[in-house]
């Protein structure tokens, strides 16, 4: 894989946990609203590398403590990402310095 598939693997894993934590914030805004059907995000990974969420409603109600525990996971998620990006930036650094030297 390129540093440019790296970046853009990361990259889109950042953008899914954004997503997910857009509908998990739509959740709790919306956890006392009469016949709100609570998001759920689900993630699928796309070709040539990286994921996708897809929010979609559900039957179930909203569960407070589900919802924080979706959201500390999908902190950890994009920091993960973000840790692989910078990764991959100082890779990309440290290969343009080689090439100068």
Do not use: C, H
């Not at 440019?4 to 899914?16: C, D, E, P």
């Not at 609570?38 to 994921?51: C, D, F, H, K």
């Not at 919802?67 to 902190?75: G, H, K, R, S």
């Not at 692989?84 to 310095?97: H, R």
């Amino acid at each position: 894989m390129s540093i440019s598939g790296i970046a853009s693997t990361a990259l889109s894993g950042m953008r899914a946990q954004t997503t997910r934590v857009g509908a998990i914030a739509n959740n709790i805004a919306n956890s006392s609203t009469p016949g709100y059907a609570r998001l759920n995000t689900s993630l699928a990974s796309v070709e040539p590398g990286g994921v996708q969420a897809v929010v979609s409603p559900t039957a179930s109600d909203v569960d407070p403590t589900t919802e924080l525990t979706d959201l500390i996971e999908a902190e950890q998620s994009y920091k993960a990402n973000a840790v692989v990006f910078e990764t991959g930036a100082d890779m990309w650094e440290m290969l343009m310095s080689i090439k100068r030297d």
